[in-house]
């Protein structure tokens, strides 16, 4: 066990000379920092210890104190937060699922550079494979757990339950045991405590090793495919807001192997928040062949005419005032406006996010705001006369997807930019312009 954490040290932590070592108080968290501590010196590496008392337990609480005492006799700098999952998680959030989200965040809190060390093992593996298989998942479900993603490190993934009991007996590791890892009530519980010693014992005694490779190959074909999902969607983009729509070539999509179409829509899909099942992604496969819109999930819909749309199907923002001069925020919209009496060398491109304007003619209105489009808008874009924003939008063949997410300088219902796509002509920088807005927007 202790050779396979130093391998996992050796080749996951090139870059990175701190370990950060998750340790929830149980066997196998001990005895990973126990390994960690014996290897630290020799391989140079610093050691913390990250423990997070969930509090859905009474005797989390000694969970906490193990952990803190056994960290002070090894020396290792501790960091112990207590939280409370069942009274915080979601509506219709399960209680494991708000467990591990709260457990990832406090550990990617900690600091920005370090490897993050868990200690899963195979037959949290196995359980994880079979749970998807149970579920009716694809084939990336039949991955189970990567042994990297990210920071975060499994160096015991593929170390068996019995290396990890023999590891603790050896080297005395002191332990608490988690009686709610028996309660079968539990998905995984009946998994570990029923379903695995079945099949172990009735179909196959190396059940562990087959559902290892199973789990290599579905790896495989998953990275596979991926490869050609992301060329798919390089090819095929047309435009993007990102966190709110996707619009892509619906014709290069349809030409390509439904395998890879499937996986480039949940890749988008995930983009925007939603982790489509199965069943949902064989129905948007019709939608790119055939036409139409669903909904994929959650407030997220895909829908193909001449293109493809993937969208979040809600308005980005609301409505502020804009501030001239000075800096006016609206979720992730950003405007900058500074006043100037000089003209600029160069003015704003079209499509631009700088864009300068006529401020005395600008003061004449009453107030200006920032936000999405609403019925009854209108402009007047450079050198033409005016129509409804709607006809703007078609002229410029934005989507519709796209064109609630568009952020709108306004007065009234009169438009004075459309970011990224024009500004209105009553308000340019003319020959006999005196003062001068500048207007920047950015995101962050």
Known sequence: MADKIAEAVRFFCLNRSKIIAAVSGGMDSMCMLHALHAAREEMG?????????????????????????YCEKLDIPVVIKKADIPAT?????????????????????????????????????????????????????????????????????????????????????????????????????????ILMPLLKDRFNPNIEHALKKLASAAREDEQFINKFAEQLYKDSLVLCEENCAYVLDRKKLSESDPSVI????????????????????ERTLRVVVEGGKTEIG??????????????????????????????????????????????????????????????????????????????????????NGEKTLGDFFTDNKIPQSLRDHIPLVAAGKDIVWAVGYGICDWAKVKKNTKAIVKIEFFKR
């Open 89 to 193: 998680k979601q509506k219709g959030q399960g209680l494991e699922e708000a467990a591990r989200a709260a457990r990832y965040e406090f550990l990617l809190s900690i600091d920005n550079d370090s490897s993050i060390f868990t200690a899963h093992h195979l037959g949290d593996l196995c359980e994880t494979v079979l749970m998807n298989i149970i579920r009716g998942s694809g084939t990336r479900g039949l991955r189970g757990m990567e042994q990297q993603r990210g920071r975060i490190v499994r160096p015991l993934l593929y170390c068996t339950k019995e290396e990890i009991e023999a590891y603790a007996a050896a080297h005395a590791v002191p332990f608490n045991t988690d009686r709610t890892n028996f309660d079968i009530s539990y998905t995984r519980n009946r998994i570990r405590h």
């Open 45 to 69: 590496f610093s050691l913390i210890c990250a423990h997070l008392d969930h509090g859905i337990r009474e005797e989390s609480r000694l969970d906490a104190e193990l952990v803190k005492s």
């Open 298 to 383: 959650g407030g997220v819909y895909i829908s193909s005419r001449s293109l493809t749309e993937i969208f979040r199907d809600e308005k980005a923002q609301a409505m502020t005032e804009l501030k001239v001069p000075g800096t006016t925020k609206l979720g992730n919209w950003h405007f900058e406006c500074i006043l100037q009496h000089s003209r600029p060398s160069v003015f704003g491109e079209k499509k631009g996010n700088i864009q300068y304007f006529d401020y005395d003619i600008l003061k004449e209105k009453d107030k200006l705001y920032i936000r999405n489009r609403s019925k009854g808008d209108r402009i007047r874009p450079l050198g």
């Open 262 to 281: 499937k996986r480039l829509i949940r890749n988008v899909s995930e983009k925007l928040g939603e982790q489509p099942d199965q069943e949902s992604l």
